[in-house]
């Protein structure tokens, strides 16, 4: 047989290269290296992009603050006299309505 001589291997040609196998494992290697830097680049982008913005205001905060327009509604009399009533409709500011408005447009824009 042939084993006998000692000069082969019983796996064959071992001196030759396999085709392309290394190739596509340095490949594999680079490709995976491009998307974990991606997504590292990515995340850094994402929370430096989030510290810019201003905290969102819990609904505690929003209750505690004060606000002009609903102070000056308070002081409106109570009286259900025509005359009282009249006084207060006079005493009511309607021209902030309008702008108002619009920050509400331009914040649901954003």
Same mark, same amino acid.
């Given at each position: 047989?042939?084993?006998?001589?000692?000069?082969?291997?019983?796996?064959?040609?071992?001196?030759?290269?396999?085709?392309?196998?290394?190739?596509?494992?340095?490949?594999? &290697?680079?490709?995976?290296? @491009?998307? +974990?830097?991606?997504?590292?680049? $990515?995340? *850094?982008?994402?929370?430096?992009?989030?510290?810019?913005?201003?905290?969102?205001?819990?609904?505690?905060?929003?209750?505690?603050?004060?606000?002009?327009?609903?102070?000056?509604?308070?002081?409106?009399?109570?009286?259900?006299? &025509?005359?009282?009533?009249? @006084?207060? +409709?006079?005493?009511?500011?309607? $021209?902030? *309505?309008?702008?108002?408005?619009?920050?509400?447009?331009?914040?649901?824009?954003?």
């Amino acid at each position: 047989m042939e084993q006998e001589n000692g000069n082969e291997s019983p796996i064959g040609n071992v001196g030759t290269p396999l085709p392309n196998m290394e190739q596509k494992s340095v490949g594999a &290697v680079i490709g995976t290296i @491009i998307i +974990i830097v991606l997504l590292v680049v $990515g995340g *850094i982008y994402f929370f430096t992009a989030r510290k810019g913005e201003a905290p969102i205001p819990t609904p505690e905060e929003i209750l505690q603050t004060q606000d002009a327009t609903t102070t000056a509604l308070e002081r409106l009399g109570t009286s259900d006299n &025509v005359g009282d009533i009249e @006084i207060d +409709i006079n005493n009511t500011d309607l $021209g902030s *309505i309008d702008a108002e408005l619009q920050d509400i447009d331009t914040e649901f824009s954003n």
